[in-house]
């Protein structure tokens, strides 16, 4: 005695998509300005933080956006963008730096950032 073909076709694309979303990483967007010893002494603190957890590097897609114009790209397990023409500080809007924005689907929610752990918040 089995199980219909299409209760068990209906569990196992439940299970896929459950997974799917398991594993798919939550974005965000830290918002820096490189001129700011401050600043660069977070991104390194974050850059820290997933270079040593794979688990954050998995759960976690993290892109830093420098408004400063000038000075060194950074480098490290996060994606890093120089904002020179401020298209993402103009779609995003900060209110200040730095500033996490976590973006669940169309969401996207503000932080006011004071530590590189808040990008856990995001979890």
Same mark, same amino acid.
């Given at each position: 005695?089995?199980? *219909? +073909? #299409? &209760? @068990? +076709? !209906?569990?196992? #694309?439940?299970? %896929?998509?459950?997974?799917?979303?398991?594993?798919? *990483?939550? #974005?965000?967007? @830290? %918002? !820096?300005?490189? !001129?700011?010893?401050?600043?660069?002494?977070?991104?390194?603190? !974050?850059?820290?933080?997933?270079? %040593?957890?794979?688990?954050?590097?998995?759960?976690?897609?993290?892109?830093? $956006? =420098?408004?400063?114009?000038?000075?060194?790209? +950074? &480098?490290?397990?996060?994606?890093?963008?120089? =904002?020179?023409?401020?298209?993402?500080?103009?779609?995003?809007?900060?209110?200040?730096?730095? &500033?996490? %924005?976590?973006?669940?689907?169309?969401?996207?929610?503000?932080?006011?950032?004071? &530590?590189?752990?808040? $990008?856990? #918040?995001?979890?």
């Amino acid at each position: 005695m089995g199980y *219909p +073909l #299409s &209760s @068990v +076709l !209906i569990f196992l #694309s439940a299970l %896929f998509i459950t997974q799917a979303q398991a594993t798919t *990483p939550v #974005s965000i967007l @830290v %918002f !820096i300005n490189s !001129i700011q010893p401050e600043h660069n002494k977070l991104v390194r603190e !974050i850059q820290h933080q997933l270079y %040593f957890s794979q688990q954050l590097q998995r759960r976690l897609s993290v892109t830093i $956006i =420098d408004i400063n114009t000038q000075g060194e790209n +950074l &480098s490290g397990p996060a994606g890093y963008i120089k =904002d020179r023409q401020g298209i993402w500080a103009e779609k995003y809007r900060p209110a200040e730096t730095p &500033s996490l %924005f976590c973006l669940k689907g169309k969401k996207a929610v503000y932080i006011k950032m004071a &530590s590189a752990r808040e $990008i856990r #918040s995001c979890l």
